[in-house]
DNA sequence: ACGTATGTTATCCT
DNA sequence: TAGGATAACATACG
């Protein structure tokens, strides 16, 4: 569930529902890093999502959700597991499992940046090749997983962008021509999309050139490897993807 | 059936 | 002591 196009489904099929403002009437869920009685009787100003964030904004606070690892959600429905959090308004509820849930004082869009996030309108691009540029000597592989930088961008976004703007996971943008970086920058907006619209379609997975692949698509063996301070699994192609380090 | 994983943070080591 | 390694969280999938 976790990476940033994931999120913006959930947001968008909670707008679907068309809401409107809808008041909270009921909060159940073992959540304890909030006071649910608090959020009783109030009125939602609206869904957003961060990254990998998706806040629930009211009006002098938000709700901030992490799905981590393992987090899921059902709309209308609910399952066995046990409930993190569950927001029941007139005809609609929402419910929230193995997730973290957070509440953040003040006003949202003082609290983030949306110009980081790949999925915003607000993407910045030139600024996340300055960034990158200002972390000379660290891994690309890393600097694709902060997200103060790449808001969004999960492990698997990070394989299938390095793939297709040929980049070594372990190259350092000192060493990496400015118009690869700035290719590989423009990877991570247009292929969240992708991720998106295959992700809506049920076929996500037959799309990946080589995230769990054997071969990348021009028959290469593709490697298997932790790298980075991240250490996180990465998947990429010796002989496609050139080593600027 | 079991190993692995779309993530992050805390803690334990060296 | 900085920084790397490992654990913890708790679930689904192949």
């Given at each position: 569930?976790?990476?940033?196009?994931?999120?913006?489904?959930?947001?968008?099929?909670?707008?679907?529902?068309?809401?409107?403002?809808?008041?909270?009437?009921?909060v159940?869920?073992?959540?304890?890093?909030?006071?649910?009685?608090?959020?009783?009787?109030?009125?939602?100003?609206?869904?957003?999502?961060w990254?990998?964030?998706?806040?629930?904004?009211?009006?002098?606070?938000?709700?901030r959700?992490?799905?981590?690892?393992?987090?899921?959600?059902?709309?209308?429905?609910?399952?066995?597991?046990?409930?993190?959090?569950?927001?029941?308004?007139?005809?609609?509820?929402?419910?929230?499992?193995?997730?973290?849930?957070?509440?953040?004082?003040g006003?949202?869009d003082?609290?983030?940046?949306?110009?980081?996030?790949?999925?915003?309108?607000?993407?910045?691009?030139?600024?996340?090749?300055?960034?990158?540029?200002?972390?000379?000597d660290?891994?690309?592989?890393?600097?694709?997983?902060?997200?103060?930088?790449?808001?969004?961008?999960?492990?698997?976004?990070?394989?299938?962008?390095?793939?297709?703007?040929?980049?070594?996971?372990?190259?350092?943008?000192?060493?990496?021509?400015?118009?690869?970086?700035?290719?590989?920058?423009?990877?991570?907006?247009?292929?969240?999309?992708?991720?998106?619209?295959?992700?809506?379609?049920?076929?996500?997975?037959?799309?990946?050139?080589?995230?769990?692949?054997?071969?990348?698509?021009?028959?290469?063996?593709?490697?298997?490897?932790?790298?980075?301070?991240?250490?996180?699994?990465?998947?990429?192609?010796?002989?496609?993807?050139?080593?600027?380090?």
């Amino acid at each position: 569930m976790p990476e940033g196009p994931s999120i913006v489904i959930l947001r968008d099929q909670i707008k679907a529902l068309n809401l409107g403002k809808p008041e909270v009437l009921e909060v159940a869920g073992y959540v304890k890093t909030i006071d649910k009685e608090q959020l009783i009787g109030e009125k939602i100003k609206d869904f957003k999502s961060w990254g990998k964030h998706f806040l629930i904004c009211f009006n002098d606070f938000t709700i901030r959700i992490h799905f981590m690892l393992f987090g899921t959600y059902l709309i209308n429905a609910y399952k066995q597991t046990p409930l993190a959090l569950g927001l029941t308004f007139k005809k609609d509820e929402l419910n929230f499992y193995t997730c973290k849930v957070e509440l953040l004082e003040g006003n949202v869009d003082e609290l983030y940046d949306w110009r980081v996030d790949v999925m915003a309108d607000e993407w910045d691009e030139k600024l996340a090749v300055k960034t990158l540029r200002e972390h000379p000597d660290s891994y690309i592989c890393d600097l694709l997983l902060d997200q103060h930088i790449f808001a969004g961008v999960g492990n698997i976004i990070k394989n299938e962008v390095l793939y297709r703007a040929r980049i070594h996971p372990l190259s350092k943008p000192e060493k990496i021509p400015l118009k690869k970086l700035r290719e590989l920058v423009r990877q991570c907006q247009q292929y969240s999309f992708e991720f998106l619209k295959w992700k809506k379609e049920n076929t996500l997975s037959k799309h990946w050139e080589v995230y769990k692949q054997k071969e990348c698509p021009n028959g290469h063996k593709v490697e298997k490897k932790k790298t980075g301070k991240s250490n996180r699994q990465t998947y990429y192609c010796t002989e496609c993807q050139i080593k600027c380090a």
